[in-house]
């Protein structure tokens, strides 16, 4: 087996045009713009159409990304697509997106980690590019959480949006500043049920009952998500950094999870990184879950606060519960 680094050759990204403010919730649920925002963080979030599925989202994502890499069409030798909210349970949303890029005979699958799912798909793409079976892959994490929220639950239909990040990981050449240093994923299934869609799988087949108790849509114990998130993000993290011996005095930016300002704040503060260091978009978009993470670096390097040659951090939690960090030098 060869030995190679991986590297972020480029990111993309893509939110539906429609938005949903917290003025807007104010008239669903039994809510407050004050309590969003001085809970979550959140002003508002992106909502796709009756018409838009995860694909789409993810097929513009895909194309910013492609483009921005510079690498051909033809180089792409694998499609990772990170969803919990996919076009159908089945064929894979990586299929249909293989299709509609136009690309032949490569390897393209889903992974389901939840909100974790981009670092879980950029770790699992670095294997394929370290030990040499793939040169170019394209990551995408995508989201339609809107089409699986109960707009009843005023505990959970304010914060989720809808969006799509890309990345492309290349092989990095040995003259290549730019490197994947490290990645680590993690799960524990013992807290599954804290973030759940109940039905609709073979545990409990969608049917007219389970549609008429809402359990086709996502329930969360936002409390006990809280404490691990922020446990565990920490955990993953501080473990890269230490054994590559680094600090977070190191890190130029870290890129968390979107989920609630609060979390990120607690994060920030455990590690000892001050805030102007961390990139936090969610009061504009919400928790667009496996999207999070690229979706707020490829604006920041399109804002030109990311630059080649930064320390990346990026972190995340999510349904599994999962959680897991990549250390990159972009
Ligand atoms: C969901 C979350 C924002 C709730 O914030 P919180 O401070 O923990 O709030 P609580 O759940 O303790 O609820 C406090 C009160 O606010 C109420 N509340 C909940 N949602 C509300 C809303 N949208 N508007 C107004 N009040 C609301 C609750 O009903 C509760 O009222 P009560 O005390 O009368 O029972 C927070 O727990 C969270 O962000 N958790 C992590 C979620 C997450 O990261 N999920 C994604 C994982 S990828």
Known sequence: MENYFAKFSAFGSFAPAKILTNQDLEKIVDTTDEWIRTRT?????????????????AYQAALNAIEASKVK???????????ISGDHAFPSTSCILQHKLGLKNVPAFDLSAGCTGFIYAC???????????????????????????NWTDRNTCVLFGDAAGAAVISRAEPTDIS????TKIDADGSMGDYLIQMAGGSRLPASAETVEANQHTLTMEGNRVFKSA????????????????????????????????????ALADKMKVPLSKVIINIQKYGNTSSATVPLAIDEAIRKKKIRRGD????????????WGSILARY
């Open 123 to 149: 770790d699992v793409a670095n294997q394929y590019v370290r030990n040499g079976q793939a040169r170019n892959i394209l990551v995408v994490g995508v989201e339609i959480l809107t089409k699986i929220t």
């Open 311 to 322: 320390i990346l951090l990026l972190t995340s939690f999510g349904a599994g519960l999962t």
């Open 179 to 182: 490197k994947i240093i490290d």
């Open 41 to 57: 963080g959140m002003v508002e979030r992106r909502m796709a159409s009756k018409e838009e599925a995860a694909s789409d989202l």
């Open 230 to 265: 922020i446990k565990s993000m920490y955990a993953s993290s501080d473990e890269l950094l230490k054994r590559n011996n680094l600090s977070s005095a190191d890190v130029d930016w870290v890129i968390p999870h979107q989920a609630n300002l609060r979390i990120i704040e």
């Open 73 to 83: 069409y033809k180089e792409i030798d694998m499609i990772i697509v990170a969803t």
